[in-house]
């Protein structure tokens, strides 16, 4: 199953309301999964099940989506947002991530 | 606390084979499966494959490019999951990660990720 992110690349400033659309090249349920990743460190988990936030992931991070198409939006962008988004497909193997989305400062 | 440690990354020509580890700590290893995904430098993420518990007969799956090539296996008594990649190209110069999953259908995720290992294959 292909992963289509969109944009690749987002300049943002600190306050603003932030989109990323994860599209699946077949339906996959809820069996999507978001991740956030800064440079040098391993990806963090941020929602799963499609809309279902990780324990201890700020609100403002809200999933949304099901079937093929899936976004993340990010409510008011904080300074320790700007990074690289991913959306992970655990429907089917082999699993698939998203090309990827860079969150950066405008 | 759950602890992922990945080692055995290095420099490694092509054609050449390289054996990396996963040492984990703080849950019970030989009930739950372990996959490892990698990243080349700048791109995204990829995953490359996993095994299964016991339970479930140590089943193992791959990435289309990794696949014929690389084998994961475990070693259950010493809380090890290791990925041997053999025929290494150029193309698996990455940083390769082990991960844990928790939850199952579509609550399935990688919660834990350990720090990484740097494999590169060049001439």
């Known amino acids: 199953t292909q992963l289509t992110q969109s944009p690749s690349f987002l300049s943002a400033s600190v306050g603003d309301r932030v989109t990323i659309t994860c599209r699946a090249s077949q339906g996959i349920g809820s069996a999507l999964v978001w991740y956030q990743q800064k440079p040098g460190k391993a990806p963090k988990l941020l929602i799963y099940?499609?809309?279902t936030l990780q324990s201890g992931v700020p609100s403002r991070f809200r999933g949304s989506g099901s079937g093929t198409d899936f976004t993340v939006t990010i409510s008011s962008l904080q300074p320790e947002d700007f990074a690289t988004y991913y959306c992970?497909?655990?429907?089917?193997?082999?699993?698939?991530f998203g090309g990827g989305t860079k969150v950066e400062i405008k | 606390e759950v602890q992922l440690v990945e080692s055995g990354g290095g420099l490694v020509q092509p054609g050449e084979s390289l054996k990396l580890a996963c040492e984990a700590s703080g849950f019970p290893f030989s009930g739950s499966s372990m996959h490892w995904v990698r990243q080349a430098s700048g791109k995204g993420l990829e995953w490359v494959g996993r095994i299964r518990n016991e339970a479930n007969s140590f089943a193992t799956a791959y990435g289309a490019s990794v696949k014929g090539r690389f084998t994961i296996s475990r070693d259950d008594s010493q809380n090890t999951a290791y990925l041997q990649m053999n025929s290494l190209e150029t193309e698996d110069t990455a940083i390769y990660y082990c991960?844990?999953?928790?939850?199952?259908?579509?609550?399935?995720?990688?919660?834990?990720w350990g720090q990484g290992t740097r494999v590169t294959v060049s001439s």
């Open positions: 992970q497909q655990v429907k089917n193997y082999p699993l698939t």
């Open positions: 099940g499609a809309s």
């Open positions: 991960t844990l999953p928790e939850g199952g259908g579509d609550s399935f995720k990688f919660n834990y």
